[in-house]
């Protein structure tokens, strides 16, 4: 996709940060939508439908992990990507938006050569990450075009992280994946994520897929066992 097909939502309650990340993607090509709280952003997302959300986490009304949280109930947002913008970099608080379904953090201040790295970093996955067709191991199916898990005939919708990271432990069933190779092939190069990210997804799919198909090497990673 060119840079002019991307469609950008900006939420933040301060209207100079807003004015700044909108000159700055606009300057490169991104079409760019705004939205002061997570009420606004929510409504302004089901009219637009972006690629990618970038929501700041403390906002009035509705706050940034509870509107992400609002937004993956929703189907069509489901597998877009969305981002937190905070100058808070505590690990609790991190931890709490990749539950909550939020795909990266970024920082404040901002620098705009590296915000706009960043952006196009993120938009790079919905070209990388779309891979066609289906696997099959025991009975999990992995749809990679609808972005779907279907256990033993039950469809299973699941954020775009979680699909990822499954898709990837259940190519190679019983290889045992790297902490650090899950973490370069899952959430990429160009994006700095806490020691507990994976961990995190990890229980979430054991929730939702089942607990004893994930294995945990200790001091080393993960496999999937079928």
């Not at 079409?31 to 089901?46: C, D, L």
Request: charged residues 35%; contains cysteine.
């Amino acid at each position: 996709m060119d840079v002019n097909d991307f469609k950008i939502l900006l939420v933040d309650d301060e209207t100079d940060v807003l004015d700044f990340m909108k000159y700055n993607l606009e300057k490169e090509g991104f079409w760019v939508y705004t939205a002061q709280n997570g009420v606004e952003a929510i409504q302004m997302a089901k009219k637009m439908n972006p690629h990618l959300i970038i929501l700041d986490l403390m906002m009035p009304k509705m706050d940034g992990i509870e509107t992400c949280r609002e937004l993956r109930n929703i189907p069509e947002f489901k597998n877009t990507i969305i981002t937190f913008l905070t100058a808070r970099d505590e690990d609790y608080s991190q931890i709490a938006g990749f539950e909550v379904g939020a795909d990266d953090y970024i920082t404040k201040p901002i620098k705009p050569r590296v915000f706009i790295s960043r952006i196009r970093a993120l938009l790079r996955r919905l070209e990388t990450n779309e891979t066609a067709g289906k696997i099959t191991v025991g009975d999990i199916e992995v749809d990679r075009e609808r972005y779907l898990i279907i256990k033993a005939g039950k469809e299973i919708s699941l954020p775009r992280k979680e699909f990822e990271l499954l898709n990837l432990l259940i190519s190679k069933p019983g290889r045992v994946f790297k902490r650090e190779e899950i973490l370069s092939k899952v959430w990429g190069n160009d994006t700095i994520v806490g020691d507990r990210t994976i961990d995190v997804h990890i229980r979430k799919l054991r929730e939702k897929i089942g607990d004893d198909y994930f294995k945990t090497i200790k001091g080393i990673g993960y496999k999937f066992d079928a």
